[in-house]
């Protein structure tokens, strides 16, 4: 058991989500949640144990945070987790019941000083349909969090269930994530990532510009494309057909796309960053989850091949510095003050498979928020070799009829690129843009 008494200090990315709540503390932009549908024969009794045994011992829960002095603490609560059963079976339409119940909790907002910062419960919809409902504040867990969280209560109920004795919890204390990032600032590596990002940025493109800026939004409009194994195989192959992994090839795919919205031929938008390898955060439920900068420089002269290439060189070049967040970015190109950023839009193209297995049911995980948006995310989800492809928009800035328009034009043109040889020139695509010659490229950071 954590002990209740003695105060932590932050670790940068929950100061990042202080700062931001703090700038509309009634917002509710900063709740994020994920459910896990079930089909099949559940036993309640062992799954409502695993769920608060679980979540009692996730330290991140259970915090209370203050501003003191000039610095911003974590005060560890004690953990009581309830995790009720919520019956909409007898509802007229179940599933859009339990969907609006969701979309209501997610719309009370938190205040992170001194109410809880999480809620879960079980939601039926049909004698053998459920849905496990988690919803936590962005400052204590990102999505890499929430799948930790969801694994270990999967092995205890599978364990139980199988009339086996469950798994040890594991280590799950913040104390070596905050440790981790102290001794990061201090051996070098800090100063040598603040000197590669400095240089690595110096002539960094514009953010894409697709649709007049506006104020992020805390609700989102989304449409998700589900690829066919067949295309999600034809774009695996068309990867390896130019040199790259996957993750290059969709960079690149994705740098395309904004240049065809925006009319850019060079631009930067947001990745996000896996930067808990080679750290304690890998093994922890936190909040960890970093974005950097991206570049894209789309040359008509170039092929389909080089462009991967250079998305895939630039992948290999950030990598080691990944650990270095986007907020001390900003700060060393005095942007902060100013209040600008290096993008718009951001993809995130999850690494690891989200399928959480139970014994005896069919599962799937379905995301349902992620916090602000401030014009478009793309999001890339596998689970068990279905490829979710998410987009995100503001409703300030776009409709629903354009959220779909968007997406399905980012299908097609997927699509088009899987079954194009690697040699294909730009030009292919970049026909309705203007030429290069014509268009202005505004940096962020000047050459001097």
């Known amino acids: 058991m954590q002990d209740t008494q003695a105060r932590l200090r932050t670790t940068t990315a929950q100061y990042g989500i202080w700062v931001a709540q703090q700038s509309d503390p009634d917002s509710p932009g900063y709740l994020t949640a994920e459910a896990i549908e079930f089909n099949g024969g559940l036993d309640l009794s062992l799954l409502r144990t695993a769920i608060a045994e679980v979540l009692d011992h996730c330290h991140t829960l259970h915090m209370r945070f203050e501003w003191d002095g000039d610095t911003l603490w974590q005060h560890p609560q004690a953990p009581a987790t309830d995790v009720p059963l919520v019956d909409f079976s007898a509802e007229a339409d179940a599933p859009q019941a339990a969907d609006a119940w969701m979309r209501d909790s997610l719309a009370q907002a938190c205040d992170i000083t001194a109410q809880p910062l999480y809620r879960t419960a079980l939601l039926r919809t049909a004698p053998e349909q459920h849905l496990w409902f988690l919803q936590v504040h962005h400052i204590v867990l990102d999505g890499f969090g929430y799948s930790l969280v969801q694994q270990a209560v999967a092995r205890r109920y599978n364990a139980r269930v199988a009339?086996?004795?469950?798994?040890?919890?594991?280590?799950?204390?913040?104390?070596?994530?905050?440790?981790?990032?102290?001794?990061?600032?201090?051996?070098?590596?800090?100063?040598?990532?603040?000197?590669?990002?400095?240089?690595?940025?110096?002539?960094?493109?514009?953010?894409?510009?697709?649709?007049?800026?506006?104020?992020?939004?805390?609700?989102?409009?989304?449409?998700?494309?589900?690829?066919?194994?067949?295309?999600?195989?034809?774009?695996?192959?068309?990867?390896?057909?130019?040199?790259?992994?996957?993750?290059?090839?969709?960079?690149?795919?994705?740098?395309?796309?904004?240049?065809?919205?925006?009319?850019?031929?060079?631009?930067?938008?947001?990745?996000?960053?896996?930067?808990?390898?080679?750290?304690?955060?890998?093994?922890?439920?936190?909040?960890?989850?970093?974005?950097?900068?991206?570049?894209?420089?789309?040359?008509?002269?170039?092929?389909?091949?080089?462009?991967?290439?250079?998305?895939?060189?630039?992948?290999?070049?950030?990598?080691?510095?990944?650990?270095?967040?986007?907020?001390?970015?900003?700060?060393?190109?005095?942007?902060?003050?100013?209040?600008?950023?290096?993008?718009?839009?951001?993809?995130?193209?999850?690494?690891?498979?989200?399928?959480?297995?139970?014994?005896?049911?069919?599962?799937?995980?379905?995301?349902?928020?992620?916090?602000?948006?401030?014009?478009?995310?793309?999001?890339?989800?596998v689970e068990q070799g279905d490829w979710r492809l998410t987009l995100e928009a503001n409703p300030l800035a776009y409709d629903e009829t354009r959220v779909q328009a968007l997406a399905e034009d980012f299908r097609a043109l997927l699509e088009s690129l899987a079954h194009a040889p690697a040699d294909t020139p730009l030009t292919t695509w970049m026909g309705k843009m203007a030429a290069a010659s014509d268009l202005e490229t505004e940096t962020v950071v000047g050459s001097g």
């Open 163 to 381: 009339d086996l004795e469950p798994p040890p919890l594991p280590q799950w204390s913040l104390d070596r994530v905050i440790a981790a990032e102290a001794d990061y600032k201090r051996d070098g590596r800090f100063e040598a990532d603040r000197v590669f990002w400095r240089e690595h940025l110096r002539n960094v493109p514009a953010a894409a510009h697709i649709a007049p800026p506006q104020e992020p939004s805390d609700t989102p409009l989304r449409h998700t494309l589900h690829l066919a194994a067949s295309q999600a195989a034809a774009l695996q192959a068309a990867a390896r057909t130019t040199g790259a992994d996957w993750a290059a090839w969709m960079l690149a795919a994705a740098g395309l796309w904004l240049g065809l919205q925006s009319g850019q031929h060079d631009l930067c938008f947001g990745i996000q960053a896996m930067n808990r390898l080679g750290t304690p955060a890998l093994g922890v439920p936190c909040m960890a989850m970093n974005i950097v900068p991206f570049s894209v420089h789309l040359r008509p002269d170039a092929t389909l091949r080089d462009t991967v290439q250079r998305s895939a060189a630039q992948l290999r070049s950030i990598k080691p510095h990944l650990f270095y967040r986007y907020g001390w970015i900003r700060r060393d190109l005095g942007l902060l003050e100013a209040g600008k950023f290096l993008f718009n839009q951001a993809v995130n193209l999850m690494p690891f498979d989200r399928h959480v297995a139970f014994a005896g049911v069919n599962s799937r995980m379905r995301p349902l928020g992620g916090g602000p948006v401030k014009d478009l995310n793309l999001t890339l989800v």
